[in-house]
């Protein structure tokens, strides 16, 4: 293996480089590479996320797969599968298990069975314009970390077709988002996540992704905060001391706050916590799901966007998805609602 694959087999990348394409192989690597994409339909209140983890196990490569769709104050459904076989693009962003899933940077299509189905493609793609670093920033360069994180797509226009149960929804010009999340051990013992799309301004969109990361020694607590704005500019902020990021969090409430390089950008999110569902998240080494994410599809969430003090923007939306994870809170809220314990819960 040549010495540039073998540092990108830690999970780093170098600066300039390219963090959407997989980090390693079938049979060395990362543990675990993660690929989403989210659709959201504002004429019509409407959300559909897909999502494949390419798991290096102990007999080989496998998959977890979900799919799951939600109205803004309405039902939602969800689909998620475990299944071996996995393959992640070792050159470009990419990733695929049969026909179950194939996703890259043009689209996604999803069969997990009847009623659970998408067919996406992007045109007009707004791709992450920070060439030097992705969205892990400084960290992106840290080899073996727990977890890296990078929101390759902030908007575009998502033409194509869900099957929701006995539904079929048709989505011409639907705003997209697109991100990856890989690391040397799954997830983190405890994350935050959100994302949102359907403001008023069609050009805005929001990401955040928090929690513990470490690498031997390294130990620390960080939140990196993305909010591009309706002009077409991207900021970013959630590096220690230069930009840090103050989340407090907790299973209904998203409070996060960043100042750095004359911004501030402040988020409030709020979901209840009885229609969050309980999504699985891969236990790579196990070769299997277990239930450790608290996610709602349809969280109402508030920006406020600051430059030397004076507002640029603000937003609101109730679209956005918020996420709680960690394994000991979702069993909990599992036996809360008397679900076995290591299952997920489909229809809160």
Partial sequence: MNPLRAYRSTGADLPFGDPRAAHGTATSGVAMEGYFYRVTDPATGRVVIALIGVNRGPDGPWATLGLASAVADGPSTVATRAVPGAWSDPDRLGARSGDAFVGHDRGVDVDLGPGARLHLEIDEAVEWPHRAFGGSSVFQCVPALNQYWHPWLLGGRGRGWAEVGDE??????????????????GFPESWWWGQAQGFDD?????????????????????????????DG???????????PVRAQVSDDEWLLSGRGYCWRIDVVGRAPLARAHVLPVPLPDEGRNTAGDLEHLTGEVEVTVRRRGRLVWSGRSSQAA????????????LRRRGVPPGATDHAP
């Avoid at 079929?168 to 051990?185: H, L, P, S, T």
């Avoid at 500019?233 to 930009?243: A, D, H, K, M, Q």
């Fill in 168 to 185: 079929r929804w048709e989505f011409d010009a639907a705003q997209v988002y697109g991100e990856k999340n890989w690391g040397g051990g």
């Fill in 233 to 243: 500019r991207v900021v970013r902020l959630g590096n220690p001391v230069v930009s």
């Fill in 202 to 230: 069609p050009g805005a969109c929001l990401a955040f992704a928090g929690g513990q990361v470490h690498s031997g020694p390294l130990r620390t607590e960080v939140t990196a905060l993305v909010v591009r704005l309706p």
């Fill in 322 to 333: 918020l996420e709680h994870g960690g394994l000991a809170r979702a069993e909990a809220e």
